[in-house]
């Protein structure tokens, strides 16, 4: 740990059976592998950031992320990714995940991809820049890691072109 | 969502995960974390809620600045202001993985 705040309950809002369950799949010890690292190399206020997040948003009238294959085969997840400009609204969005209530997020988008708030700080000087260009992919990936391949890898081709150096990710 | 920050710092981008459920560490490796107890749907605030908003990336951001070794987490003191009940997170109908499993749920909580 890094500080001496209180520490966080993961599984505080879900009910406790379905807690349990999820925890079966943690090992109780610790990550034994190699962690990979890149240390920020220069100060928040001249750094370019990108958002990502497994939500499952995608821009009106592109492909929505495919929710009725999972209903026939629950332990599928949809292994695409969508691009989300900046300065998309919540008009200019659908949220399709059948793990959360997406409702909250077309109300207003910065609750799980905060925008509006990194386009602020980029006018403020707090950061150097946001680029033009985020992400969603959809955060149910049960059944292998295709998603990294399909989606993170494109993504990160996209965030190379636009000289991005630091992501902010909220999952889903 | 660990293996994206991971695959991303891979390839050269430092990377902060905003989450709950900051124990998956342990399975995954995850480069740096920032553990909220927040719902999930809205691990940055409250709609509407702007100032909370930019105090939660506020803190996201130092900590990516500050961190210094792999598997880094932060814990942020911030508290959700209803309870569990209150905060209708779930979606309208029950997940197809949670529906496929539901005899193992019931096992896990006997436990």
């Known amino acids: ?172 | 969502m660990g293996l994206a920050a991971r695959f991303l710092e891979e390839k050269g981008f430092s990377t902060a995960v905003l989450t709950p459920t900051w124990e998956f560490h342990r399975a995954v490796g995850i480069p740096r974390q920032v553990a909220i107890q927040y719902p999930y749907g809205r691990l940055v605030g409250q709609v509407g809620d702007t100032k909370g908003q930019r105090g939660i990336v506020k803190e996201a951001l130092a900590f990516l600045q500050a961190s210094e070794t792999p598997g880094a987490v932060r814990h942020l003191p911030n508290r959700w202001p209803e309870p569990p009940k209150e905060t209708h997170w779930h979606p309208p109908e029950m997940s197809p993985i949670i529906a496929a499993n539901l005899e193992a749920i019931k096992k896990a909580r006997r436990r």
């Open chain 1, 1 to 172: 740990m890094d500080n001496s705040e209180p520490i966080v309950d993961g599984f505080y809002f879900l009910p406790p059976g379905l807690a349990a369950w999820i925890q079966t799949f943690i090992p109780e010890h610790d990550f034994e592998g190699t962690i990979p690292w890149k240390p920020l190399e220069k100060p928040i206020s001249e750094t370019t950031f990108a958002l990502v997040t497994s939500a499952g948003i995608s821009c009106t009238g592109d492909t929505p992320f495919d929710m009725e294959r999972e209903k026939s085969e629950p332990s599928w997840g949809d292994p695409t990714y969508r691009k989300i400009p900046r300065g998309v609204g919540e008009t200019g969005i659908r949220v399709d995940h059948l793990h959360i209530n997406t409702s909250y997020i077309l109300q207003d988008i910065n609750v799980i991809l905060p925008i509006d708030r990194f386009a602020e700080f980029e006018e403020e000087g707090v950061i150097g820049r946001l680029a033009d260009t985020h992400y969603s992919f959809y955060g149910f990936q049960w059944n292998g890691n295709g998603f990294l391949d399909q989606a993170v890898a494109p993504m990160a081709e996209q965030m190379a072109a636009e000289q991005v150096e630091a992501v902010f990710l909220t999952p889903a």
